[in-house]
């Protein structure tokens, strides 16, 4: 079966500090896969998705970016947190474009 | 651009009333999913309507796919505290590479 991994669970940063958040996908193959920021209360943000390794498109311009070094890694990135970018970052992968999504269990992230 | 939108935004019942939240996209869309989402959980994949007119049922819950498969709505009869969460509706950009999510309705239930 399929299972989606992200970490860290939780994670407080000061402004100016560089991100790492990392996601990766176990049980298939090719997926395509997806980042989401949800602010508190808030709905679903689409900041990037990945139909394969070293695609990468941007939804929204932010000083964020991703990488996806493997098939079935993809990694959040930034050079210099800002306090705007506190949030909870969902990980998702599908199987092709109009299948379900399926979410990783998140990251909570707190900028000070 | 492409929307979808929800509402209501929040909803609040007592439980055994019934609940409905309803979905719009500002295009035709070629299927529509829904999730739900449990405080501090992730979204979990519920359904996925794809025919014009298509009424699905899961136990109390029923979900709509609009003729002109532009609307959809989600009613859950006799609520339960179990429910209480957001429910995102979500449908492909015209690409067809990622889902454009609602901004959810997010219903808590008192017992």
């Known amino acids: 079966s399929q299972t989606i991994h992200q970490w860290p669970a939780t994670l407080v940063q000061p402004v100016g500090s560089p991100l790492s958040l990392e996601c990766t996908v176990e049980?298939?193959?090719?997926?395509?896969l997806y980042w989401y920021r949800q602010a508190a209360g808030r709905g679903l943000q689409l900041l990037f998705y990945?139909?394969?390794?070293?695609?990468i498109s941007s939804e929204v311009p932010q000083n964020l970016s991703a990488s996806r070094p493997q098939d079935r890694q993809f990694i959040l990135s930034s050079k210099k947190l800002l306090l705007s970018d506190s949030g909870f970052y969902l990980c998702?992968?599908?199987?092709?474009?109009?299948?379900?999504?399926?979410f990783g269990p998140g990251t909570r992230l707190t900028v000070l | 651009g492409q929307q979808v939108m929800q509402i209501p935004q929040y909803q609040h019942v007592q439980e055994g009333e019934d609940f409905t939240t309803y979905c719009n996209s500002s295009?035709?869309?070629?299927?529509i999913q829904w999730y739900k989402q449990r405080p501090g959980g992730h979204p979990v994949f519920l359904i996925q309507?794809?025919?014009?007119?298509e009424v699905k049922k899961q136990k109390r819950l029923t979900f709509q796919f609009g003729e002109a498969k532009k609307n959809s709505s989600l009613h859950i009869t006799a609520t339960q505290t179990t429910d209480v969460g957001t429910y995102f509706c979500?449908?492909?950009?015209?690409?067809?590479?990622?889902?454009?999510f609602g901004k959810g309705t997010t219903l808590s239930v008192s017992s």
């Open positions: 998702a992968w599908t199987q092709g474009s109009y299948n379900e999504q399926f």
């Open positions: 049980g298939t193959s090719n997926p395509n």
């Open positions: 990945s139909i394969g390794i070293g695609q």
């Open positions: 295009t035709t869309l070629s299927n």
């Open positions: 309507l794809v025919k014009s007119g």
């Open positions: 979500a449908g492909p950009n015209q690409a067809g590479t990622a889902l454009i």
